[in-house]
């Protein structure tokens, strides 16, 4: 058994210090990382949600 930090909505805005509707608007559009179902609520792995920042990151000019 792996140890799977999940997140609900707030701990993931907070993390990435940004607005709920920033949030739902990135997934809205597939823009964000995948998010997993749990009931009627959704959560993320926290690992997810450092690849997809990482993932964001601007390209430095040579």
């Known amino acids: 058994m792996n140890d799977t930090t999940l997140w609900n909505i707030d701990e993931v805005v907070q993390y990435l210090r940004v607005p709920v509707l ?3 608007w990135l997934r809205q559009e597939g823009r964000f990382a ?7 609520r959704l959560v ?6 450092t690849a997809w920042l990482d993932s964001q990151r601007e390209a430095q000019a040579a």
């Open 22 to 24: 920033t949030v739902r």
């Open 34 to 40: 995948p998010a997993i179902k749990v009931g009627r």
């Open 44 to 49: 993320w792995d926290a690992r997810d949600i």
